[in-house]
């Protein structure tokens, strides 16, 4: 067995096209033999480097990103706007549903003026000397006392859509509260979201600051009667509105990524908008979802943001056995009751700044949190202006007619001194522009930057480099491998012995008869015509032969002719010898001997016979 996979490696290198086999089997001598064999091994061994460089490359699966540019119609963001103030404070003192609230209020303030003298259940006297560490404090305190409130009780603290947005208009057109949405955010409190509902679907075929949305906002730190009267909590420390721009669908990012617009400014925001498509594993690291056990946000479109919330909601549960209302409730855990204990456990878990070993739990190590696969995202920009001018008196439609911070005209509102109500907007108000600052945006697309046909691409250059490797090597290589195959299956040799039934009935067979005999009638018309060419060859000979012969006979009767001349010539030289003879003979005596003499001469001389 051995002499014939031999024999069939010896076959293989005679009819392979691998560069180098041929002339290793062929060799006529053993020093070129050898010389060939350590060049084929060199060869291979240079192509399995860059093999094994290719792989390795394959195996990290880079990627690179496509930015494209588009420009086109574009649905205009989600724009969400909070007052600062999450609650009225006039409804705090006066209500005793708010009771726990407004004691808390009184307590702050009481540290502030630095009377707090006794211990108190949010643990404020503790802090009283630090300023940063007492509102913070008390406003994580305030959020947990805000959460134990009914959706009916926080109805009646918080501003209603009357109340925050007196002017609304998009593309120069009003809008009304249809188009809104009400959330609630336990820092802000009641918040509303344009353009939240699909159905709705605000978008921008034309960029510019007259082509989105426009929005009169009155935040009410006193109230517009005209009798005055501070309405903020004394924990809210500035007068304005939180605005969040998002995707459709998306949990507005206020603590993270909101805007502060602040009154008696017009805020103009102009957006940008970008597109970004991640490759998915293994080429990327992106998510379409959390796992279910821990996605907290269902409702809502899977971002980065989300994912980290839910992980710290998770990490406060864990540490505090509940969690903050800074983020929705998952499902099996409970809400930190605003106790000293608890407002003690949510701080230590911002750690110590002055101390490395109690960092900040950082979520980008202790947070399993991947970006989504699809995102938009937003990039803006904020420019300011002195709102209203000196001379432009405010008016709006029909918010005002109501009762509600209206127009400064007296047909409209408590107000009887417009000058005073003027006053009252630069102190109470904001004007908030938001625009696309241009319809193109960025797409970006994550794909694969060395994929499977990158890495066939290398392969083939490599291997007709090094070894001069082609596809029809590789077939060569897979029909020895099978030749193998079946020799090794077979015990070193196939027969074939077919029955003579089957051969009478294998159309192959017949199929070879009958081309055998056409292939016959072939030769036989093709010796026929051979043999006429033969014939013709023949014929043509003779006629040459006979060509030949006229010529030669030709020839000859012209040597027969010039000859016959010659002799008429000669016979005329004869006759004129004669007759000078016979003159001189009738003139004068004349030798004859001498005379014959001469004519013998001359007829010598002439060669006649």
Same mark, same amino acid.
């Given at each position: 067995?051995?002499?014939?996979?031999?024999?069939?490696?010896?076959?293989?290198?005679?009819?392979?096209?691998?560069?180098?086999?041929?002339?290793?089997?062929?060799?006529?001598?053993?020093?070129?033999?050898?010389?060939?064999?350590?060049?084929?091994?060199?060869?291979?061994?240079?192509?399995?480097?860059?093999?094994?460089?290719?792989?390795?490359?394959?195996?990290?699966?880079?990627?690179?990103?496509?930015?494209?540019?588009?420009?086109?119609?574009?649905?205009?963001?989600?724009?969400?706007?909070?007052?600062?103030?999450?609650?009225?404070?006039?409804?705090?003192?006066?209500?005793?549903?708010?009771?726990?609230?407004?004691?808390?209020?009184?307590?702050?303030?009481?540290?502030?003026?630095?009377?707090?003298?006794?211990?108190?259940?949010?643990?404020?006297?503790?802090?009283?000397?630090?300023?940063?560490?007492?509102?913070?404090?008390?406003?994580?305190?305030?959020?947990?006392?805000?959460?134990?409130?009914?959706?009916?009780?926080?109805?009646?603290?918080?501003?209603?859509?009357?109340?925050?947005?007196?002017?609304?208009?998009?593309?120069?057109?009003?809008?009304?509260?249809?188009?809104?949405?009400?959330?609630?955010?336990?820092?802000?409190?009641?918040?509303?979201?344009?353009?939240?509902?699909?159905?709705?679907?605000?978008?921008?075929?034309?960029?510019?600051?007259?082509?989105?949305?426009?929005?009169?906002?009155?935040?009410?730190?006193?109230?517009?009667?005209?009798?005055?009267?501070?309405?903020?909590?004394?924990?809210?420390?500035?007068?304005?509105?939180?605005?969040?721009?998002?995707?459709?669908?998306?949990?507005?990012?206020?603590?993270?990524?909101?805007?502060?617009?602040?009154?008696?400014?017009?805020?103009?925001?102009?957006?940008?908008?970008?597109?970004?498509?991640?490759?998915?594993?293994?080429?990327?690291?992106?998510?379409?979802?959390?796992?279910?056990?821990?996605?907290?946000?269902?409702?809502?479109?899977?971002?980065?943001?989300?994912?980290?919330?839910?992980?710290?909601?998770?990490?406060?549960?864990?540490?505090?056995?509940?969690?903050?209302?800074?983020?929705?409730?998952?499902?099996?855990?409970?809400?930190?009751?605003?106790?000293?204990?608890?407002?003690?456990?949510?701080?230590?878990?911002?750690?110590?700044?002055?101390?490395?070993?109690?960092?900040?739990?950082?979520?980008?190590?202790?947070?399993?949190?991947?970006?989504?696969?699809?995102?938009?995202?937003?990039?803006?920009?904020?420019?300011?202006?002195?709102?209203?001018?000196?001379?432009?008196?405010?008016?709006?439609?029909?918010?005002? =007619? %109501?009762?509600?911070?209206?127009?400064?005209?007296?047909?409209?509102?408590?107000?009887? *001194?417009? #000058? /005073?109500?003027? $006053?009252?907007?630069?102190?109470?108000?904001?004007?908030?522009?938001?625009?696309?600052?241009?319809?193109?945006?960025?797409?970006?697309?994550?794909?694969?930057?060395?994929?499977?046909?990158?890495?066939?691409?290398?392969?083939?250059?490599?291997?007709?480099?090094?070894?001069?490797?082609?596809?029809?090597?590789?077939?060569?290589?897979?029909?020895?491998?099978?030749?193998?195959?079946?020799?090794?299956?077979?015990?070193?040799?196939?027969?074939?012995?077919?029955?003579?039934?089957?051969?009478?009935?294998?159309?192959?067979?017949?199929?070879?008869?009958?081309?055998? =005999? %056409?292939?016959?009638?072939?030769?036989?018309?093709?010796?026929?015509?051979?043999?006429? *060419?033969? #014939? /013709?060859?023949? $014929?043509?000979?003779?006629?040459?032969?006979?060509?030949?012969?006229?010529?030669?006979?030709?020839?000859?009767?012209?040597?027969?002719?010039?000859?016959?001349?010659?002799?008429?010539?000669?016979?005329?030289?004869?006759?004129?010898?004669?007759?000078?003879?016979?003159?001189?003979?009738?003139?004068?005596?004349?030798?004859?001997?001498?005379?014959?003499?001469?004519?013998?001469?001359?007829?010598?001389?002439?060669?006649?016979?």
């Amino acid at each position: 067995m051995g002499q014939g996979a031999i024999q069939i490696f010896k076959d293989f290198a005679n009819w392979s096209t691998v560069c180098g086999v041929p002339h290793i089997a062929n060799s006529s001598t053993k020093l070129s033999r050898a010389f060939w064999v350590i060049v084929f091994i060199a060869m291979v061994s240079m192509f399995s480097y860059e093999l094994y460089i290719m792989i390795a490359k394959f195996l990290t699966y880079p990627a690179m990103v496509n930015t494209n540019l588009p420009f086109e119609e574009q649905r205009f963001p989600v724009i969400t706007v909070c007052n600062f103030n999450p609650l009225k404070y006039s409804v705090v003192k006066s209500d005793s549903k708010f009771s726990d609230i407004n004691d808390l209020m009184e307590t702050y303030k009481s540290a502030v003026a630095g009377t707090l003298a006794s211990s108190d259940k949010w643990g404020l006297y503790d802090v009283k000397d630090k300023p940063f560490d007492r509102d913070t404090r008390a406003q994580e305190a305030l959020i947990l006392e805000t959460a134990k409130l009914s959706q009916a009780d926080l109805d009646a603290a918080t501003y209603s859509f009357e109340e925050l947005i007196t002017e609304c208009s998009f593309s120069s057109a009003p809008c009304n509260k249809d188009a809104f949405t009400k959330i609630f955010n336990p820092v802000y409190g009641a918040c509303y979201s344009f353009n939240e509902d699909k159905a709705l679907n605000y978008s921008c075929n034309r960029a510019g600051i007259k082509f989105g949305l426009k929005l009169l906002i009155t935040v009410s730190q006193t109230k517009a009667e005209g009798g005055g009267g501070w309405d903020f909590l004394p924990t809210t420390h500035s007068a304005g509105a939180r605005v969040a721009i998002n995707a459709p669908g998306t949990l507005p990012s206020l603590e993270a990524t909101g805007i502060n617009a602040g009154v008696g400014y017009q805020t103009a925001i102009s957006v940008n908008t970008a597109h970004t498509n991640r490759a998915k594993r293994p080429y990327g690291i992106c998510v379409n979802r959390e796992p279910t056990d821990t996605d907290i946000y269902a409702n809502y479109t899977y971002t980065l943001e989300t994912c980290f919330n839910g992980c710290r909601q998770r990490k406060t549960n864990e540490v505090c056995s509940c969690t903050t209302p800074r983020f929705p409730l998952p499902s099996g855990m409970s809400y930190c009751e605003p106790t000293k204990a608890n407002l003690d456990c949510l701080a230590s878990l911002k750690g110590d700044q002055t101390n490395k070993a109690n960092p900040n739990m950082n979520a980008m190590t202790e947070c399993d949190c991947n970006p989504p696969c699809s995102e938009d995202s937003y990039t803006t920009t904020s420019s300011l202006a002195w709102f209203p001018a000196t001379s432009y008196y405010v008016g709006v439609g029909d918010t005002g =007619k %109501e009762g509600v911070a209206g127009s400064c005209s007296p047909d409209n509102t408590k107000m009887t *001194d417009p #000058d /005073a109500c003027k $006053e009252w907007y630069q102190g109470n108000s904001l004007l908030l522009s938001i625009f696309f600052e241009s319809l193109i945006y960025d797409l970006y697309n994550e794909v694969p930057s060395y994929g499977i046909g990158a890495v066939i691409n290398d392969l083939g250059g490599q291997a007709g480099l090094w070894m001069g490797l082609s596809v029809i090597s590789v077939v060569e290589m897979v029909g020895l491998f099978a030749i193998l195959m079946a020799w090794c299956v077979s015990g070193g040799a196939i027969k074939i012995r077919p029955n003579s039934n089957e051969l009478e009935s294998d159309h192959r067979i017949k199929d070879i008869d009958q081309v055998k =005999k %056409e292939l016959d009638q072939y030769d036989k018309d093709d010796k026929d015509m051979m043999d006429s *060419d033969d #014939d /013709a060859e023949q $014929e043509r000979d003779f006629e040459n032969g006979k060509i030949k012969r006229a010529s030669r006979r030709a020839t000859q009767v012209d040597e027969e002719l010039i000859a016959v001349q010659e002799e008429v010539q000669l016979a005329r030289r004869c006759r004129k010898m004669q007759k000078s003879v016979a003159e001189q003979l009738s003139t004068e005596e004349v030798n004859t001997n001498s005379l014959l003499a001469e004519v013998f001469s001359i007829i010598s001389a002439e060669n006649i016979p």
